[in-house]
């Protein structure tokens, strides 16, 4: 890999085979889409055209519907209302004068035929001049009434005459509080004044409290005098007719005059108003429908014609159509919602919408099984490739290996750097590393670790059966171990807590290495990206691992022996420390105002997240950094820790300050393990990283009472600053100890060397880290 500024370039790909590749996956996944994409666009584009002419013809048919049902509105009223002036016109002809006085029979027996065959007359008078009035209607069973007034000459006298069927008069009274004068009426001032044919307003009837209208004219005696003769009308009829219209689904029509009084309606109820105890019709705004206002509202602006109107939302056709016809100024007003004639399009549209969808689903999903063919193929393709490159680099490997036979050799004592370079770029993995088994089975020991990514080898680490006895039960019976979280398997959390997680590695396969039958060690690949086709790969090297393990190495020397090879006693070393750095710097010991303590045990803990110390537990009401200060309070107290401050993100606590005290290092490290697994369990509640490392040494540290009253006693020192320096360096989640508390607590404590650092006026020194108890 290489690095061009911030783009990183994979020198082992050939950038027109990569062209090629993304191109075929292009044509895989791009042309069956983009021809469905295609299809769908097409029925869009298809089903929005049919929609939209469809609801343009529609309208246009709904236009020819509404003039047609005009016309017919029209025609309706027109023969409704046309009958009551050729009434009329043989009125005058075949009664003329006299109709209130000696041609009373024939004026009766005239509005008797008339009411018989035209059913919208409801009542037909004659009056004259002289008050004198003679109105006939319909009665009870088919009946007639006629009611005379007789005004003069004479007292003024009013019978009603009452007729059955037959014609037979069958009672007759006086009606002497009746104090009706036809002079006073709109029909008969009205058609005096015109002298022709008159049309009254909508009005309510006198006798029968009914709206209808009045048509009447003047007839005038050879004598000179002059006689009305009138026709009423119900409105009734009209509104019935109105009622049985249809006009779409929910349409409505009504007659109107021109200052909005409604002449006729679908519920012709509610055509009348009550207005200080006298009935009159109603106007349009009154009829509380929006619709029909609305029209209204545009009719009274714009006049007559056709638009569309909307109300709350939906649409409205409207009509507003005269009625010059009936000799006023009458107009039809309809409306009706245009979801009544285009709601079948649109359902229509739904429908097709829905059978073209179905269509475009069929052909995704074929669409979809073209691109899964295709990426298999392809796929197929690239793992065919990966597999002959993968034999081609594990050929190559073989032959680097059968180069170095001396990797192979019992007898060699070089780490098998080369074994593990291989095995690491063979198969991708972040690190690959040799582990021997002891000849006691209870201690893998790293005879090389490589990592890949730093390029760098590590040896000599080392792992006790002790401290991981789940991974060490599996690996002993000969089984593979393959995890892609290792701190998830109960096979490998020890083992990822303790050496993966400090390393940020997750994934782990570990090959045993097997001599005749027995297992002598082990191969460990750690986040390999190609272990699955090198699994063959890794087995033979193991195979081959094992001929270099044919002699086991001698066990792990005893704690007898390691205290002989090691170095002279720490305490000495400390001790030797301190007065050469007194004799360099030409101090007198007895000179020094503050205590020198010698034997003295330091831990150093460190929070090395801030941010993450100050947020909240989830499983508890504090914060991490709280939870962790009380635990080592608890913890310090249980151990009887005599010195234990904290300063930002460092806890210092010390034992072994008395000169007889010979279980400081002890009580420092059960501690220092005491906080690790109560650490360990509180990061891990919440699944964080662990944020903490310990730090502990043993030697001489320096102390006094400082400052004024109170006073505060600071703690300070080679082992202090020893102590912090392991914490620093230690791997997140461990406890990093020093040579010199190594030497203190071996016998009690299990450890792991972990690498050497360099001491002022001591040299070289080992550290270690420390698992636990043993």
């Known amino acids: 890999m290489l690095a061009a500024g911030s783009e990183v370039v994979d020198v082992t790909v050939d950038p027109l085979d990569e062209r090629q590749r993304r191109r075929r996956a292009w044509m895989r996944i791009g042309v069956p889409i983009g021809g469905v994409a295609l299809m769908i666009a097409a029925i869009l584009g298809i089903a929005l055209f049919a929609d939209q002419a469809n609801r343009r013809g529609v309208l246009a048919l709904s236009e020819d519907i ?61 009056a004259d001049a002289a008050g004198n009035y003679v109105m006939v209607r319909r009665g009870a069973a088919g009946g007639i009434d006629t009611k005379i007034i007789h005004n003069a000459p004479g007292p003024r006298r ?162 507003a159509t005269p009625l010059e016809i009936v000799g006023q100024a009458w107009s039809v007003l309809m409306v009706v919602p245009e979801d009544d004639f285009v709601g079948f399009v649109e359902s229509n549209h739904r429908t097709a919408l829905a ?174 990206a190609r272990s699955e086709g090198a ?5 033979a090297v193991a195979n081959m691992i094992a001929l270099r393990m044919t002699g086991r190495p001698d066990p792990a020397p005893g704690r007898g022996q390691t205290a002989a090879a090691l170095p002279a006693a720490t305490a000495p070393i400390s001790a030797r420390s301190f007065t050469t750095e007194l004799a360099a ?46 635990a080592l309070q608890e913890i310090a107290a249980r151990h009887d820790i005599p010195y234990l401050k904290i300063l930002g993100q460092e806890v210092v606590a010390a034992a072994g300050f008395g000169a007889s005290d010979s279980t400081a290092a002890l009580l420092i490290a059960d501690t220092a393990v005491a906080l690790r697994n109560r650490c360990f369990a509180l990061f891990e509640e919440d699944n964080r990283p662990q944020a903490f490392r310990i730090g502990i040494d043993y030697g001489t540290v320096i102390g006094s009472p400082i400052g004024n009253r109170p006073e505060v006693f600071n703690l300070w020192g080679e082992a202090t600053r020893m102590a912090a320096s392991m914490a620093a360096s230690a791997m997140p989640g461990t406890v990093q100890a020093t040579e010199a508390a190594y030497e203190r607590l071996r016998q009690g404590f299990l450890f792991r060397p972990r690498g050497s650092f360099y001491m002022p006026h001591v040299g070289e020194a080992r550290t270690f880290v420390l698992a636990g108890r043993l």
């Open 535 to 539: 699994r063959d790969f890794i087995r």
């Open 585 to 630: 710097r030409g101090i007198d010991p007895a000179d020094m105002e503050a205590d020198v303590h010698p034997n003295v045990a330091v831990m150093v803990l460190q929070l090395a997240d801030p941010i993450a110390m100050a947020s909240r537990s989830s499983a508890h009401e504090r914060s991490f950094s709280n939870e962790i200060i009380c």
């Open 158 to 319: 009013v019978t009603w005459v009452h007729r059955n069927a037959a014609g037979e008069e069958i009672a007759r009274k006086d009606d002497p509080g009746d104090d009706y004068d036809p002079r006073t009426r709109p029909w008969y001032t009205g058609a005096v004044s015109a002298d022709g044919v008159f049309w009254t307003d909508v009005y309510i009837f006198f006798t029968d409290r009914k709206p209808g209208i009045t048509v009447s004219a003047p007839v005038r005696g050879t004598d000179g005098r002059r006689y009305v003769f009138g026709v009423d009308i119900t409105l009734e009829a009209l509104s019935t007719f109105l009622a049985s219209l249809e006009i779409g689904t929910r349409g409505r029509a009504i007659v109107m005059d021109d200052t909005g009084h409604v002449i006729a309606a679908p519920n012709g109820a509610a055509l009348l108003r009550d207005t200080n105890g006298k009935l009159t019709t109603v106007t349009v705004d009154e009829l509380d429908d929006a619709a029909l206002t609305g029209a209204y509202d545009r009719f009274r602006i714009e006049g007559h014609g056709r638009r569309v109107i909307t109300v709350d939302e939906r649409r409205y056709i409207t009509t």
């Open 355 to 528: 059978m073209s969808l179905a269509i475009v689903a069929l052909a995704a999903l074929l669409g979809l099984l073209l691109v899964r063919q295709g990426l298999r193929a392809d796929r197929n393709a690239r793992l065919l490739l990966d597999r002959q490159h993968a034999i081609s680099r594990q050929s190559a490997a073989f032959a680097d290996l059968a180069a170095n036979a001396e990797l192979f050799d019992a007898s060699g004592r070089e780490p098998p750097r080369t074994l593990t370079e291989t095995l690491a770029n063979v198969t991708e993995a972040r690190r690959a590393s040799i582990w021997r088994l002891t000849a006691d089975g209870r201690t893998l020991r790293c005879e090389d670790s490589f990592d890949r990514d730093t390029a760098g080898h590590v040896d000599g680490i080392e792992l006790h059966r002790d401290e991981l006895p789940q991974f060490f039960a599996h690996l002993l019976s000969g089984e593979e171990v393959e995890v892609s979280d290792a701190a998830e398997d109960r096979r490998t959390a020890e083992l990822h807590r303790v050496v993966m997680n400090p390393l940020g590695s997750r994934a782990l396969l570990a090959v045993p290495v097997r001599r005749s039958g027995d297992v002598v060690g082990a191969v460990w690949l750690e986040d390999a």
């Open 66 to 126: 509404l003039a047609t049902l005009d016309g017919r509105i029209a025609l309706a009223v027109s023969t409704y209302l046309d009958s009551p002036g050729r009434v009329l016109r043989i009125a005058r002809d075949v009664v003329g004068e006299g109709a209130t006085g000696e041609r009373l029979p024939l004026a009766n027996a005239f509005a008797t035929g008339v009411l018989n065959e035209v059913p919208q007359i409801a009542i037909v008078s004659f």
